[in-house]
């Protein structure tokens, strides 16, 4: 077992770059599967633990995988199995992505329900709404969502709430159903649009996707392509957030400023200065920042995977800031971690009403799911003293080498085994 272990204390300077985007490269990766020719050549995908537990589900399913860097090449014309049912699957949230895979170009699949990080009850009836609207049977059998069909035939479909999962799930299955179906009231994350871009590329036609309509006319086969991931507009946001929590300037380099537009606004709002460049954005900070309250919502408000980092700055603004988190409604226990290290915050239903407090203390604590270990390091980043961060396999499943990228700006943090 490791851990991270931060010297807090010191201000941030240098440029940092951004990997490819984790929520677009763990669909990107299963939608690979629907070529029935050709390999799939990614570029820009993210050393992360959730992109390995693909790779290792794709291989047994029958894909051939060449990893060099931070690229894979993607064959799945000898794909051998429909069913995804082992311990990976279970490990992951995106592993429901190779059910919409699956049936478009199989018409059957058999995927074990998916797992992923703690933050509150995690349905996917609108996923299986989808289906079901395309003309597959959806039966969850023994922890499994097993799925069927004679045909897809396209069909209108209006979501019941704005879903990430379910927008793109559904629009794998539909590119490669007979005729158009319409999504409506669907998601408009950048990594929503980065799917579509690559099914284009792979020979569907979807339009609208960044909009909340999306128009996909199905085709009857997808094949490999050149891809390359968008950036990961989440870790851009949680190293401008660490900048402005720790002081200094930080340039976050490799990245697409319009995706940030809801960080940018609160961190200017709180004081900083955020200077914007065509792929860039260098955020400065000196002194104390001002609260502000911060309501997450779907793309294009403020992104509730970087509401816990924003906590911890947050927590050591001048006066009090309200989070109210919309999204999920279990999203807040990292609050009891920033706490053991002197922060005031209560959680009251949805809401968490932070007394910014002058300093906090380095203190051992542990990363409660993914985006909470992110808030952690920035914690420890600001704290007085020495700060260890346990439970390093939540961390690692979305940030690429975390600790070296924060090394690179000046921060004293180290991966040491427990
Ligand atoms: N929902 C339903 N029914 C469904 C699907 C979703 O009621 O069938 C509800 C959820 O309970 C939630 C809301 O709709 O309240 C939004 O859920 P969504 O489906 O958008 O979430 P997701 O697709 O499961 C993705 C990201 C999450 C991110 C959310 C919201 C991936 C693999 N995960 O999850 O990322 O928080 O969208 O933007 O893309 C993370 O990266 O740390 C993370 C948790």
Known sequence: MEKLVVHGGNPLNGTIEVSGAKNAAVAIIPAAIMASSGVSNIDNIPDIEDVRCLERILESLGCKIKRCNNSAVIDSTCMTSVDACTDDVRKMRASYYLIGAMLGRFKEAKVELPGGCSIGVRPIDQHIKGFEALGAEVKIEH???????????????FFDVVSVGATINVMLAAALAEGTTILENVAREPHVVDVANFLNTMGANIKG?????????????????DYSVIPDQIEAGTFMIAAA???????????????????????????????????????????????????????????TDVQQPMSALLCI?????IINESIWECRYKHVDELKKMGADIKVEGRSAI???????????????????????VIAGLIAEGVSEIHNLDH????????????????????????
């Open 143 to 157: 922890g499994a969502v097993c799925v069927k069909a004679e045909k897809l035939v396209g069909a209108n479909i």
């Open 209 to 225: 996707a960044g909009t909340d309509v999306i128009r996909i006319t199905g085709v009857k086969e997808l094949h490999g392509c």
């Open 245 to 303: 929590a720790c002081g200094g300037r930080v340039k976050i380099d490799n990245i697409i400023p319009k995706h940030l537009e809801s960080i940018t606004a609160k961190l200017i709002e709180m004081g900083a200065e955020v200077i914007e460049d065509e792929d860039s954005i260098t955020v400065v900070s000196k002194g104390r920042l001002k609260a502000v309250n911060v309501k997450t919502l779907p793309y294009p408000g403020f992104p």
């Open 317 to 321: 603004a001048e006066g009090r800031s």
């Open 354 to 376: 932070i007394d910014g407090v002058s300093k906090l203390t380095g203190a051992v604590v542990k990363a409660t799911d993914l985006r909470a270990g992110a808030a952690m």
């Open 395 to 418: 961390i690692d499943r979305g940030y690429p080498k975390i600790e070296e990228k924060f090394r690179v700006l000046g921060a004293h943090i180290d991966r040491v085994e427990e």
